[in-house]
């Protein structure tokens, strides 16, 4: 295992909330009772990218000193979503 790796986990989880984030954005999750499911589902789901991205950081803390210049790549702006999100679901 490289850091590498855990560097492209860290970026692809970005990448996966930076759609949701924007969806957001466009209808203040206006219509998350009929997608509540889907959010449920995709929360699950990101839930376990989010365990494997901290153990990552666990097993290579050096990855915490590289900066993704892309903010649609961005860990620390996503994080903040996901919280939003699992305000918004419950």
Do not use: C
């Not at 995709?42 to 903010?71: C, G, H, M, N, Y």
């Amino acid at each position: 295992m490289s850091v590498y790796s855990a560097l492209a986990r860290r970026q692809h989880l970005a990448r996966r909330v930076d759609p949701i984030n924007r969806l957001g954005e466009l209808d203040g999750f206006a219509t998350a009772d009929r997608q509540s499911s889907w959010l449920e589902a995709e929360l699950k789901d990101l839930t376990s990218q989010v365990v494997a991205v901290r153990d990552d950081f666990v097993q290579f803390p050096i990855a915490s000193f590289f900066r993704t210049a892309d903010p649609h790549s961005s860990l620390a702006l996503a994080l903040p979503v996901l919280f939003g999100l699992r305000q918004t679901v419950g």
